[in-house]
């Protein structure tokens, strides 16, 4: 990649953007499966520990971008959700699309953002204003 992509790209806004949203989109999949599972016996809900939230507020705070860069979103088990059936299935459907709706908000937010400094580094490639 040339140095003044490779620049643009690391920049603590973009960096920390592309970071919340691909944990977004992650989390947006552990949402969906949880709502598809919500009729399954036995199921355990997932979603992104607060780990990662807490981790990522240190790096970003510490101004360690290469952590940052470093941070993987993972989905887990969620330890704290309690069954809400006999059958041990701990899915909440109304906790699930609520979880869903702000994550489409952050989403939507975070695609924004994201998308705007890729089309700020398109228009000065092409040379248009």
């Known amino acids: 990649m040339p140095a003044v992509l490779d620049n ?3 920049q ?7 970071k919340l949203l691909d944990a977004t989109h992650l989390r947006h999949e552990a949402l969906s499966n949880n709502i ?3 009729e399954t016996p ?9 780990t ?21 979103p993972r989905s887990a088990e969620d330890r704290q959700a309690k069954p809400v059936r006999m059958d041990g299935n701990t899915v ?3 906790e699930e699309l609520l979880a869903m709706n702000r994550n489409a908000l952050n989403y939507e937010y975070l695609t924004g953002a994201v998308g705007g400094t890729i089309k700020t580094i398109n228009k000065a490639i ?3 204003g």
């Open 8 to 10: 643009l790209y690391n």
């Open 12 to 18: 603590e806004n973009y960096l920390i953007s592309k």
């Open 36 to 38: 598809a599972n919500v």
């Open 42 to 50: 036995g199921f355990k809900r997932r979603d992104l520990p607060q």
């Open 52 to 72: 990662f939230s807490v981790e990522l507020r240190r790096a970003v705070d510490r101004k360690d971008f290469r952590r940052v860069k470093a941070l993987l």
């Open 92 to 94: 909440q459907l109304d």
């Open 126 to 128: 092409r040379g248009r």
